[in-house]
């Protein structure tokens, strides 16, 4: 594992990570080292896509960790044209898993060194969190009946049973969805109108029973899906028309460029580089949901987060490995073979395996109301790394016997006051929790007087 | 020109201007959160008051003050995202030297953040721009601001302006009307900030614009409508930029085909980027009481629907 750090050296708690992520889907696990394994349902409803493009090609991996009865899982995916058979993959869960593991928010640890000696330095960087679901509505089809529908293509991929569908109107769509069987909520039509008027085409899947038995995984693999399109966007609407409350999308972009943004909601940058309480190292995963949380709130709900923007080819430091160019490919990314990377791209400063893939990753949480359209996304050619870290400082633990020692622990009390507050502003959370969560971690004030008159 | 007409004016419409751009630039630099170093705007200000120095003296020029190359900065650091050191001042030294250097019977043919802008993305694919950067509760300040503004100050208020706003207006409406979509896509679509600096600060710029009311109508309905084009049919980024950009040079063409009075600052007294002011000097466009009660209504509509918008 390749990490780096200009202030020490590092251990790694990261194959526990890696591993936890990796194992068959226990359904909603926040998947991270600092995380209890039963209880953490962090962002429910979510879903993971991964958006490779180069030009117009790209790739779309939508993976979603259903847990209904398969029988009444369907996935409806407006698309831009009609896809043939070599168009579509059934991909591997544990790809997506990995560029989870890679982007996460991590937490990072110091150790201050003793200020009675020499300076001494110890650094841990670990701490991922994961999210996942299903990407459109619920439905499921049957046989054709006209209504203005015409099944373009049928194809049985791997576990799925795949339909790629025009329509000439948007209530003879949602029509003959009904009548084949689909659950269609009563808003679907409203929905699917602006794609149909698009000439866009619809890609629906449901579960093959038979195949899904004989493959022998007890969950649904990614779908992929490869074409070319002017259109850098991702169909969430079309998703919002079942849906009861807001849903979590987190999707990874990899490009060749630089970072991805959307064009038509507001994207900012998650906090970053606070040094907060070590408290916070108990319940990572309920101190990083309440900075997403408050950090929505502030953007009026209508926001697009980024937690992570980063080369491919290292990280610092790293949250899991980057992914090799095999699993790379596995994503869709379709240019590693291409020779040298297009004008503008910077060397990376660790040439590892370098790779010219730029990973973004954006976290959306939407709701009808918040988010009228479909998100549009531009590559831009900012390269600038940026990551989701949160900062814990051990205070030295030995004795202090020395005039700079008492200083130092004067420094500490400041220190933890100051990350007492940074944890208020980054999750919004009052002061009694702060000090419940902080126990006996919180900062002891003291009187006013006792500075008063001494030295 | 004598120098007391270069002289800065308390009357100048364009310190209003600058304001309004100023405050818009401290709100993005400050709790807005751009992804804007203060170094850079700072940079472009001194690139262009430095160009417009030299500039006027290399082409012997008389002084035509720093309050338009304040504007084109104030637009350029606004608009322009870069992660590269030298786009910044690169894009403001274009800006500010196009308006010396292209230019055909006494005008200039780009408004010079247009080609600043077009000029950066042009040269380097690390510089972009970021449409959506001010979230819809700043956007909604902003509109309410411009159109009071509009309402109550000349400075503001341009013919050309509402001629492309219009335009975009209806076109945007009869897109979401045949997709299907409901309103709220249609405000979503124009709670964009870019969107309020180019309608009110670079469009609208009377220099470039032509000379005959009916020519700048046309204009302003085909900038309007190849962006559209652009954005919807071909599925192009910053489309009002490149469509300003190619337009443009078609000014001439329209004041050839559509003769008007040329357009002369009131008293020869403001410079380039000034925005049009009635009532005064013989080349007006007389915006008329029609557009002022259009203004009034779009700032009543606005004003009313201010409770039920997503304030923080």
């Not at chain 1, 398969?70 to 043939?84: E, I, K, M, N, R």
């Not at chain 1, 937490?107 to 060194?113: A, G, K, N, Q, R």
């Not at chain 2, 709100?27 to 690139?47: M, N, R, S, Y």
């Not at chain 2, 309050?67 to 690169?90: E, H, M, V, Y």
Request: charged share 20%; with cysteine; net charge positive.
């Amino acid at each position: 594992m390749h990490s780096r750090d200009t202030s020490g050296q590092f251990r790694l708690l990261l194959p526990l990570v890696t591993a936890a992520c990796l194992g068959p889907l226990s359904a909603h696990a926040f998947c991270g080292f600092y995380v209890g394994k039963s209880d953490a349902k962090l962002f429910n409803e979510a879903s993971q896509v991964a958006l490779v493009r180069d030009g117009e090609r790209t790739v779309m991996t939508m993976s979603n960790d259903y847990k209904g009865a398969l029988t009444d899982f369907a996935l409806v995916v407006p698309v831009p044209s009609v896809l043939s058979k070599e168009q579509i993959h059934v991909g591997e869960r544990k790809y997506i898993e990995r560029l989870d593991a890679y982007s996460a928010p991590r937490l990072v640890e110091y150790f201050d060194p003793d200020p009675c000696a020499v300076a001494r330095y110890r650094v841990l960087a670990p701490a991922t969190e994961s999210s996942r679901g299903m990407m459109a509505a619920k439905d499921e089809a049957k046989r054709g009946i006209a209504l203005g529908v015409t099944v373009e293509a049928r194809y049985t991929i791997g576990e799925y049973d795949i339909l790629i569908l025009s329509a000439k109107e948007s209530s003879g769509l949602e029509t003959w969805l009904r009548e084949s069987g689909y659950r269609i909520p009563p808003k679907a039509s409203a929905a699917l109108a602006p794609y149909i008027r698009q000439d866009m085409k619809f890609f629906v899947a449901k579960v093959n029973l038979t195949s899904h038995k004989e493959a022998g995984f007890n969950y649904l693999r990614p779908i992929q899906i490869a074409y070319e399109s002017k259109k850098f966007m991702l169909p969430i609407r079309l998703g919002m028309a079942n849906a009861t409350g807001p849903q979590d999308l987190v999707v990874y972009t990899l490009t060749r460029r630089g970072r991805v943004e959307s064009t038509n909601y507001r994207t900012t940058k998650l906090p970053t580089g606070m040094d907060i309480p070590l408290a916070v190292k108990e319940d990572f995963g309920g101190f990083f949901k309440a900075v997403f949380e408050h950090a929505y709130e502030n953007e009026d709900r209508r926001a697009v987060l980024t937690e992570y923007a980063w080369n491919m080819s290292w990280c610092d430091p790293c949250a899991a490995d980057p992914l090799s160019p095999a699993e790379l490919r596995q994503l869709g990314v379709f240019w590693l073979d291409d020779g040298p990377a297009p004008m503008g791209i910077r060397r990376p400063m660790i040439p590892s395996n370098s790779s010219p893939v730029f990973l973004t990753r954006l976290h959306v949480r939407y709701d009808p109301e918040h988010f009228p359209e479909d998100l549009v996304f531009q590559e831009t050619g900012d390269q600038e790394n940026f990551q989701a870290r949160y900062v814990l400082r051990h205070p030295f633990e030995g004795s202090l016997s020395c005039a700079a020692g008492e200083r130092y622990r004067e420094q500490v009390e400041e220190r933890r006051r100051i990350e007492a507050q940074t944890l208020a502003q980054l999750t919004g959370w009052q002061s009694d929790v702060i000090r419940r969560r902080t126990g006996t971690d919180a900062p002891t004030p003291k009187p006013w007087y006792q500075r008063l008159w001494s030295k | 020109m004598p120098a007391r007409l270069a002289a800065v004016s308390i009357r100048d419409p364009r310190l209003l201007q600058i304001a309004f751009l100023g405050s818009f630039l401290c709100a993005g630099l400050t709790v807005l959160h751009f992804d804007l170093q203060l170094w850079q705007p700072l940079l472009i200000v001194a690139t262009a008051l430095g160009m417009q120095w030299g500039m006027t003296r290399l082409m012997k020029v008389p002084p035509a003050g720093y309050l338009s190359p304040l504007i084109s900065s104030f637009g350029l650091s606004l608009l322009l995202r870069s992660d590269l050191w030298w786009i910044p001042p690169f894009a403001a030294a274009v800006a500010i030297s196009s308006k010396f250097l292209i230019r055909f019977r006494g005008k200039h043919i780009f408004n010079p953040t247009n080609l600043g802008l077009a000029a950066a993305m042009l040269v380097s694919d690390r510089a972009w721009c970021s449409p959506s950067q001010w979230g819809e509760s700043a956007v909604l300040i902003a509109w309410f601001a411009i159109f009071g503004l509009a309402v109550a100050h000349r400075a503001f208020r341009s013919d050309v302006s509402i001629y492309f706003f219009g335009a975009w207006l209806l076109l945007k409406l009869g897109r979401v009307v045949y997709l299907g979509q409901r309103l709220p896509v249609l405000w979503h679509q124009l709670s964009t900030g870019s969107l309020i600096l180019f309608t009110f600060f670079m469009i609208s710029d009377p220099k470039t614009t032509p000379d005959s009311r009916l020519g700048r109508a046309i204009y302003a309905s085909a900038v309007a409508g190849f962006a559209f084009y652009l954005q919807h049919g071909l599925w192009r980024y910053n489309t009002l930029i490149w469509a300003l950009l190619a337009v443009s040079p078609l000014v001439p063409l329209i004041d050839w085909l559509f003769k008007g009075e040329r357009y002369r600052w009131p008293g020869q007294s403001f410079s380039q980027a000034t925005l049009f002011t009635s009532g005064r000097g013989s080349g007006e466009m007389k915006f008329g009481r029609f557009g002022i009660a259009v203004l009034g209504r779009i700032f009543a509509f606005i004003t009313a629907s201010l409770p039920t918008m997503p304030l923080r």
